[in-house]
């Protein structure tokens, strides 16, 4: 054989063996070698989210493709629950008061709970019962205040129609609970003192993880309280407010106790958030499968709404 023959043979079975060594060295280098150990790691994780997500979120994609009574028969109708949405006025407006209240309440729970980071945010003395304080009334929960505030709200005997009797705001016989602006109010005003104190939390915890010495710096530079606020805090703390935002908004979208406990969306449907509409039909008109398109399309607008907030909040160069 000559020896520009015998070269490409060497070549030829050096080649393979210098791609194994390669690749034994990369697997060599990997963290998770054998690769069957990353599989491993991450499959707890995954049938967790498949048993308690995805699974569900399949047989709910079933259900609402069906008539499925709570008592009686289950009947293959495919998409006529989804139909009937676009007939389906009560969603409608189940929808439309949700997006309200969810406008009353998102700025302010913002506003109030940036306000409270800035005061608890210092490491001075009595900062940490003061956090305590204000934190408070998100740990005791809506379901607890929302009981407190149907005593405190009745006409003539509730703190809040005393107080507000005394002051001359009222005549202290104020029906708050049977008028539908005024529940609205009512609650709006109830979410808005609860439930900053996350808001709180979030806001101060990225406060604190922002350098002393970039506010030194500004300081020297003449810059004042405000200016130091709007031009280093609000910019640095962008993700955080826009985590808080979304959750603020999902929250809202949510919203089901206040509602349940202090109105039964009442008078009539004026109070009627979404979730409170979708637990009616499958609970008291018993449709489970109708219920469950509603809490489909729920979720939908839900994501999409989360969706748009990432998109106007993202950071941009």
């Known amino acids: 054989m000559s020896s520009a023959g015998a070269s490409a043979v060497s070549a030829a079975t050096a080649e393979p063996a210098v791609r194994r060594g390669r690749r034994a060295v990369r697997e060599a280098d990997s963290l998770t070698h054998p690769p069957r150990t990353g599989l491993v790691l991450v499959a707890p994780a995954v049938a967790f989210v498949s048993v308690f997500v995805l699974v569900p979120l399949a047989f709910a994609l079933v259900i609402s493709l069906t008539s499925w009574p709570l008592i009686g028969e289950v009947r293959w109708i495919g998409a006529e629950n989804?139909?009937?949405?676009?007939?389906?006025?009560?969603?409608?407006?189940?929808?439309?008061?949700?997006?309200?209240?969810?406008a009353l309440v998102t700025g302010p729970i913002l506003v109030l709970g940036y306000l409270m980071a800035v005061l608890v945010r210092s490491r001075r003395r009595g900062t940490t019962l003061l956090r305590t304080v204000l934190f408070l009334p998100y740990v005791v929960g809506l379901s607890t205040l929302s009981f407190m505030v149907v005593l405190e709200a009745q006409?003539?005997?509730g703190a809040i129609n005393l107080v507000l009797g005394a002051l001359g705001i009222t005549d202290g016989q104020t029906a708050w609970l049977v008028d539908g602006t005024l529940a609205t109010v009512l609650i709006s005003v109830l979410v808005v003192w609860a439930v900053p104190g996350l808001t709180m939390m979030l806001l101060m915890s990225g406060m604190q993880s922002i350098p002393s010495e970039v506010y030194e710096s500004a300081a020297?530079?003449?810059?004042?309280?405000?200016?130091q606020e709007l031009l280093i805090t609000v910019p640095?703390?962008?993700?955080?407010?826009?985590?808080s935002l979304i959750i603020s908004v999902i929250g809202s979208f949510l919203a089901f106790t206040q509602f349940y406990v202090l109105t039964k969306g009442g008078p009539g449907s004026e109070t009627t958030?979404?979730?409170?509409?979708i637990y009616n039909r499958a609970f008291v008109q018993l449709q489970l499968g109708s219920a469950t398109a509603l809490s489909i399309v729920l979720v939908v607008v839900v994501g999409l709404v989360t969706a748009a907030q990432f998109w106007l909040l993202r950071e941009r160069d």
């Open 155 to 157: 006409p003539g005997s």
């Open 82 to 102: 989804y139909v009937r949405l676009l007939t389906d006025a009560g969603y409608g407006r189940a929808i439309g008061y949700t997006l309200l209240y969810t």
């Open 236 to 243: 640095m703390l962008r993700r955080t407010i826009a985590m």
């Open 220 to 227: 020297l530079d003449g810059a004042g309280w405000w200016s």
């Open 273 to 277: 958030t979404v979730v409170h509409y």
